[in-house]
């Protein structure tokens, strides 16, 4: 039997859990066992924009109503239908929250293969890639936690940080960031701080506010309820990870005219989304990491493109491991309860900013 979390689209607070019979495979397919897997605000951004960024459809369920939250991990091959792709073999990728998945592997080549299911073809490719462990010269086995955790999101904070400066900051000064204790958040303003172009403003709640300013990689940190008077009033670009209106009307009020560019990320706000509408200021637009990979490829070049990351990957896991203040504890948890605990906590926002989940339904 195979197991998944599914949640019902229209309201992701509501889940269950399904079992249906492991599947025969076919010329071609690969079983993994799905080891471990990070859980994290990023992956409610997924749930809460499923339908808006076609998230629901990497693993459908076959009903039109639930869907199941994508996640980022480690899975280990337990049959194969497919030469290059060994049993035993280890790949980091994109899975649901399950036990196991049967994958179509196509075009494998020593770093891994592509996921070739027909209803993934429409899909943003980034997202369709398997990666060998064996073969990445960015893996260590003893930070994959870190690894599932941290990755996906950092990729998506050096594109953040590639895409303002390919911009020139649009003439602004200042970036402002709602959710600064988000791991996405603070990987965007420690890309940014090694630039020192430009001053890192992060907005957050009282509760993570010494946090924040202890990762020192924020020049100034305010919390929400003082944005009114207390966020500078200079040039400005706003990174929203938060998704939150009242957040989004609270800067674009304060800077007005003086705000650049309005950059919509996440949503770890994600029940307070909305608002956008008669905002002072240019219109919130929403930056999607793939495009901006996409360009770059295609001017660096794929063997620079992942140079240049694993160069920045590599600067940001010193002080996310630092021994003695390391920015992350990681928490494992293991079975249906620990991930229900921590899909929870999630959605109801009181995972302390230093945490980071890393979950498993399998027995190893």
Known sequence: MTTRLVVQRNDIRAFQWTESPAVTLNDGDVRLRIDTFALTSNNITYAALGDAMNYWQFFPTGEPATGCVPVWGFASVVESRCP?????????????????????????????????????QALHPIYNQYVRCSADPGYRADREAQQALLRPLFATSFLIDDFLADNGFFGANTVVMSSASSKTAYGTAFCLAQRKAVTVVGLTSPGNADFTRALGCYDDVVVYEDIATALPETASVYVDFSGSGSVRSAVHRRLGDQLAYSCAVGATHWDGMGGGDDLPGPAPVLFFAPEQARKRIAEWGPEQFQANMAAAWTAFMEPVTDTEHPWLKVVAGQGRDAVERSYTALLAGTVPASEGHVLSLSER
């Open 84 to 120: 290059g792709v060994e049993v035993g073999e280890r790949f980091y990728g994109y899975w649901p929250i399950g036990d196991e998945i049967v994958l179509q592997a196509t075009g494998v080549h020593p770093g891994g293969f592509t996921d070739g299911a027909e209803h993934r």
